[in-house]
């Protein structure tokens, strides 16, 4: 998933006071946030996909097609995101309690990271098949999402679990190692600059400037995850330039 962080989360300097997210609140938040970032971006995301793709950016489409997969994306993107959200939301309070109980309560940092890896795992359940459908279709430009769907549904190479799901979770062991360090490098930064910005001005950041912190701390992340991003890609989208079929990240 192309990754700028927008996020509903509240501006937070003393846990105690400032009351968190409700699990349904963090659901419907973290799924209309998800969907209007990939919906919105997703021109971007097709530029970046094609020029990770081992055939090269011009034979994978160039500047033609743009919106090529954008159902799938759309599908994926809310359950997805809310998966992601609503289990930071729920897991970073639960990781403060363990933290105040072995007396690592001033490192805020680790709730963050913590939580939002077990985030990623989640929303990786749902991520994984609809970027592999994705990154297909934003490829090849006949392919409609019937076809790509069920072209993907046969493939049996890869891993044991293909024989069960097909292609659909390609990539999906990648996708993890990309996501994890990703969503450690950036929430920590994320809720960090929310909270200087917040005490700086003597008030909580409002939505802009929350957003701002987002895409500061989400570049930054993309930047350094980067070519882990180009692995996971490839491998979704199955072959490199010759039609050989990867096997592992290491093809």
């Not at 349904?24 to 919105?40: F, R, Y």
């Not at 033609?64 to 930071?88: D, K, Q």
């Not at 639960?94 to 077990?118: N, Y």
């Not at 909580?204 to 980067?226: E, R, Y």
């Amino acid at each position: 998933l192309f990754t700028l962080p927008t996020s509903p989360f509240i501006w937070m300097s003393d846990s105690s006071t400032v009351p968190e997210p409700s699990f349904a609140t963090a659901l419907v938040a973290g799924g209309c946030a998800g969907t209007s970032v990939d919906v919105a971006l997703f021109p971007i995301d097709t530029l970046k996909t094609r020029l990770q793709s081992p055939q090269g950016f011009l034979k994978a489409g160039g500047f033609r097609g743009i919106y090529n997969g954008l159902g799938a994306a759309a599908a994926g993107s809310a359950p997805g995101a809310a998966l992601f959200f609503s289990t930071y939301e729920t897991m970073k309070p639960v990781v403060l309690k363990w933290q105040e109980s072995v007396g690592l309560e001033d490192r805020p940092a680790i709730s963050h990271m913590i939580a939002a890896s077990m985030g990623e795992a989640m929303a990786c359940l749902v991520r994984v098949p609809t970027e592999v459908i994705k990154a297909k279709m934003q490829t090849q430009e006949t392919a409609t999402l019937t076809q790509t769907f069920r072209s993907v549904l046969q493939e049996t190479h890869g891993s044991v679990l293909s024989t069960f799901t097909g292609g659909l979770y390609r990539g999906y062991g990648m996708t993890l190692m990309r996501e994890i360090p990703f969503a450690m490098i950036q929430f920590p930064l994320y809720e960090s600059a929310k909270v200087w910005w917040g005490e700086h001005q003597g008030s909580p950041v409002n939505p802009l400037q929350a957003a701002a912190c987002g895409s500061i701390s989400g570049g930054f992340a993309a930047g350094v995850t980067t070519p882990l991003d180009v692995v996971k890609t490839r491998l979704m989208l199955g072959a490199d330039k010759d039609g050989e079929f990867y096997k592992s990240a290491s093809d």
